[in-house]
């Protein structure tokens, strides 16, 4: 079955604009969580959403947002972006369950210049 | 949150098994243990995970000692493919969330 799909695997924006990811959950998955990976932080939770709702949330500013559609497709949204938010941003899906193990995707390199 | 442990790198010979450790004392009862590995900044690759009894799957053994207090990884024939950064992490009851420490880096030499 189709994994994890994260678009765009690349992106480069300026520094003040605002940016949306795209993360598309295995089939049958309702829950998607979002990571962020630095050099200097790891990899850090940024939020978690199931069956639309958004459970849990890192230690992020309000700037990084997300949300989750009905088909459980999930976009995280960073606005007025700054230099430092120039990361790996991962999301994972899973079936929703503590016993059961998360999906990653292959990730979306951001760039802020 | 429960913290997690490891020693920051290992090296293991081609063939032979590599033994990764993880301490995770404040681990709660209903916590799960989980192992994931990261290749050259790919996603994170799921490998294992267990609660009280040792768990064995096609990629690994997952070893819990009876206190629940650590944990050990063992990948059985380690090949060159098993270099990576490998994550023992706590998953937490309320929250759904991995919180990921700074990992393993295993380099697995010819």
């Known amino acids: 079955k189709a994994g994890v799909t994260q678009t765009p695997r690349y992106l480069i924006k300026t520094r003040g604009q605002q940016v949306t990811l795209s993360c598309s959950p295995i089939s049958g998955h309702r829950s998607v969580s979002w990571y962020q990976q630095t050099p200097g932080q790891g990899l850090q939770f940024l939020f978690e959403y199931f069956s639309e709702t958004q459970r849990n949330k890192g230690n992020f500013p309000g700037r990084f947002s997300g949300r989750q559609f009905s088909n459980s497709r999930s976009e995280m949204n960073v606005s007025t972006l700054e230099l430092g938010d120039s990361a790996l941003y991962l999301c994972a899906s899973s079936q929703g369950g503590l016993n059961n193990g998360y999906t990653f995707g292959s990730g979306t390199r951001l760039t802020v210049v | 949150d429960a913290k997690t442990t490891q020693p920051p790198s290992m090296d293991c010979a081609e063939g032979r098994a590599a033994n990764l450790p993880c301490n995770h004392s404040t681990i709660s009862g209903n916590e799960y243990v989980y192992w994931y590995r990261q290749i050259h900044s790919q996603g994170p690759q799921y490998i294992i995970h267990?609660?009280?009894n040792n768990e064995t799957n096609e990629m690994a053994s997952l070893i819990i000692t009876e206190d629940r207090k650590s944990s050990t990884l063992i990948l059985p024939h380690a090949t060159l493919r098993d270099t990576a950064v490998y994550y023992c992490i706590v998953l937490i009851t309320a929250g759904n969330k991995l919180t990921f420490g700074g990992g393993t880096r295993v380099l697995v030499k010819p």
């Open positions: 267990g609660l009280k």
